[in-house]
Structure formats: structure tokens, C-alpha cells
């Protein structure tokens, strides 16, 4: 069984940066595909990072060019740095694992199929 543990989340002003990780245990195969998802208050959850199977990172346009996902295979952990935060980016950020997948606009193809307990985080203007 896998788990996911995010961590990093916080408050910032606007213009600040985070960086996220979520470090897996369990059976795990870190070659699967590894994505990032947020959430805010009466929105649907938003895959906004993913690095897939051939190691192909793809991201959502709401974060391109500011937020980078990179993984550490060592530590079975994933990271997304965020930078030039805004609070539209306020949300709950979850970590997610797929299965042997490509990714494409910022999620897995494939379903996903454990998730983190999420990371809340705050942006101030």
C-alpha cells in the first residue's frame, strides 16, 4: 500500500514562493506517473503538474512558467516549487500517483490511483 504525505504549504504575499513535496512510501514505482492537483472552495480540482512515465512535465497554462514539479527517485518524493504567487493560486494541493502513464496539460492520462492528504495553501495580496 502507498501513502503520500505532502508538506511545505503556508501563507505568502503575493510575488512569494513555496516548495511543496510529497514524499511516498509503500510499494511504490516512481517511474509512474506523479501529479499535482489543487483545489479552492467551490471549484473542481485542477491537475496542475505532472510528469509522466517517459519523464515528459507537462503543466496546466494557470501555472506555466511559474511553477516547476521535479521528483527526487532516492527519496521517493515530489516537489513542486511555486514561484510569482498570486491568490488565485490559493488552494488545498494535493500530490497524486498514477499509474504507468504519459502526461499531458498537467495530468496523468491514466487514472489516478493514491492521493495525498493535501497541503493548504494561502496567497495575500
Known amino acids: 500500500q502507498v501513502q503520500l504525505v505532502e508538506s511545505g504549504g503556508g501563507s505568502v504575499q503575493a510575488g512569494g514562493s513555496l516548495r511543496l513535496s510529497c514524499t511516498a512510501s509503500g510499494d511504490i514505482n516512481m517511474r509512474d506517473c506523479l501529479n499535482w492537483f489543487r483545489q479552492s472552495p467551490g471549484k473542481e480540482r485542477e491537475g496542475i503538474a505532472a510528469i509522466g512515465s517517459d519523464g515528459t512535465k507537462t503543466y496546466a497554462n494557470s501555472v506555466k512558467g511559474r511553477f516547476t514539479i521535479s521528483k527526487d527517485d532516492a527519496k521517493n518524493t515530489l516537489y513542486l516549487q511555486m514561484n510569482s504567487l498570486t491568490p488565485w493560486d490559493t488552494a488545498m494541493y494535493y500530490c497524486?500517483?498514477?499509474?504507468?502513464?504519459?502526461?499531458?496539460?498537467?495530468?496523468?492520462?491514466?487514472?489516478?490511483?493514491?492521493w495525498g492528504q493535501g497541503t493548504q495553501v494561502t496567497v495575500s495580496s
Open positions: 497524486a500517483l498514477g499509474t504507468w502513464s504519459n502526461a499531458y496539460d498537467g495530468r496523468c492520462i491514466r487514472p489516478i490511483t493514491t
